[in-house]
């Protein structure tokens, strides 16, 4: 979000405001968070893990390839990342039993649709900045009520 808020209205704000969301996040939920019970994944998650993360470090300069290259729209990688980024958590949301990933990656990929109909168009570099301002903001949240979404319920939450 820093990075992306330097070409948007405001991006002074926009900086402050993340700042102060991150450090929020990691005192409220990392630092004081509650506890999540879950147990350690198996090795069928961890394999959707590694081929998840292998497939997105795979797309993300091939696709950023036929943008900068083939399409002449190098403003649009940054909306590329955003949608690769996103659909990589899809699996993790039933190989993790988590379902809080499939609404994150649900919410990235329409993030970076919507950035890429403001962006592909005109390469525009303002569109493609607020695509990534706005992931940062889902980001964000996610970040701060995932926990809480993905916990086990105990006995005390009854």
Same mark, same amino acid.
């Given at each position: 979000? /820093?990075?992306?808020?330097?070409?948007?209205?405001?991006?002074?704000?926009? =900086?402050?405001? $993340? $700042?102060?969301? /991150?450090?929020?996040?990691?005192?409220?939920?990392?630092?004081?968070?509650?506890?999540?019970?879950?147990?350690?994944?198996?090795?069928?998650? @961890?394999?959707?893990?590694?081929?998840?993360?292998? #497939?997105?470090?795979?797309?993300?300069?091939?696709? $950023?390839?036929?943008?900068?290259?083939?399409?002449? =729209?190098?403003?649009?990688?940054?909306?590329?990342?955003?949608?690769?980024?996103?659909?990589?958590?899809?699996?993790?949301? =039933?190989? /993790?039993? @988590?379902?809080?990933?499939?609404?994150?990656?649900?919410?990235?990929?329409?993030? #970076?649709?919507?950035?890429?109909? #403001?962006?592909?168009?005109?390469?525009?570099?303002?569109? $493609?900045?607020?695509?990534?301002?706005?992931?940062?903001?889902?980001? @964000?949240?996610?970040? #701060?009520?995932?926990?809480?979404?993905? =916990?086990?319920?105990?006995?005390?939450?009854?």
């Amino acid at each position: 979000m /820093f990075v992306n808020a330097g070409v948007v209205p405001f991006s002074s704000v926009w =900086r402050i405001l $993340a $700042a102060l969301a /991150f450090a929020a996040i990691m005192w409220f939920v990392v630092l004081r968070g509650p506890e999540v019970h879950q147990e350690p994944p198996s090795r069928r998650a @961890l394999r959707i893990y590694g081929f998840s993360v292998v #497939a997105m470090l795979i797309a993300i300069p091939l696709g $950023a390839s036929v943008l900068i290259n083939v399409l002449d =729209r190098p403003n649009a990688v940054l909306v590329w990342v955003i949608f690769v980024v996103g659909a990589h958590f899809w699996p993790f949301a =039933r190989a /993790f039993e @988590l379902p809080v990933f499939g609404w994150l990656s649900a919410s990235l990929v329409l993030v #970076a649709v919507i950035g890429a109909i #403001a962006t592909v168009p005109s390469d525009s570099q303002v569109a $493609a900045g607020w695509t990534g301002v706005v992931a940062g903001l889902v980001l @964000l949240v996610f970040s #701060a009520v995932g926990p809480a979404l993905s =916990r086990t319920p105990t006995a005390e939450d009854v």
